[in-house]
């Protein structure tokens, strides 16, 4: 079908479930297809042409263009809507903020969770290093983000954008990887503030 | 001095060199502020209350605000300019670009030439493990650009774009974290051109 937004998705995972949020709050009709990366259904010819990384989320625009990774899927679909910023330096924060996702909080929170919890199996037996490199790291992006919610109420400004997207992913089910946010009240409070927007959706996967 | 462009930057740095890269190509007047991070500097309570992090590249801009987040800077300083596409589609393919240099890219070849090359003595020897992960991982990210350099002169389309900054900065150096590119003569090509741009600057330390 011609003019679709086409999501190809995985349900456990928080990179997957940042532009099926955001799609959400903006009302935009689209199609989710779901594909469980433990088959190997990713890794297959079908699928690698469409999209060669071999990865999920990637989102097909309605004119059938392709956009991979789910930073700049925010981006683009947030563009000229309220959850980009109108200030220019806003919006740059808001991007300092989606790279510190990806380099600094999603490898060390995003991968505990998907080995501790998600792929087990196919992962194997995680160290007591690697657990300790994991927390050490992760609990480092933690207390980035607590200093910066305790003076604001959300990570780019004044207002919910697509920095909290894309940072309420992982951080909501950072226990699912072992992480602990009590010592994290401003965490927590925006985490409430997150969920409480208007056409939130949950991310269903549970382990 | 008010009005007046300061980037806290670090030599060797790659990360350091993308904003100073395209601040000379917009021709943007601005302060450089060399920050050896082996020093310690950046630890100290004087740089951490510019930027808690701790962490080169730091853009203060004009009027006193302050950004992390190299590729962040990219898109700061880029907005408008003939270095970030007016397309929306092609912009939306540069910053996934930006993203994928930032996770898939820098930690492997960035962080080998780290070890091997700039930090020596504090990182301690690097075992033949992590070695193989930085090659395969690395190669992986090189095989990824050379199938895109193949199709387009540039990463995000027919123009030279921030895109290529984010990954030259990394690339042209590879070799300083061992990475031979010999079989990527479409990524040899393709820094060729880049280092060609009008204002192009090199990075100039060198092991």
Redesign the interface.
Known sequence: MAGEYILYSMESSGNCYKPRLLLHQLEIPFRLVETDTRTGITRQAQYLALN??GRVPLLV?PDG?R???S???L??LG?NTRYLPAD??E???C??W???E??DH??YIAVARSWLRIYPDRMGKATPDQIAAWQEKGHRALK?ME?RLRESPFLAGSSYSVADMALYAYTHVAHEGDFDLAPYPAIRDWLARVAAQPGHVPMTWRP
Chains 1, 2 share one sequence.
């Open positions: 060669p990384a625009l263009r956009l991979s990774e930073n700049a899927m981006l683009y563009e220019k330096y919006r740059a924060v991007w300092q989606l790279f510190f990806q380099y999603e490898p980035v200093t």
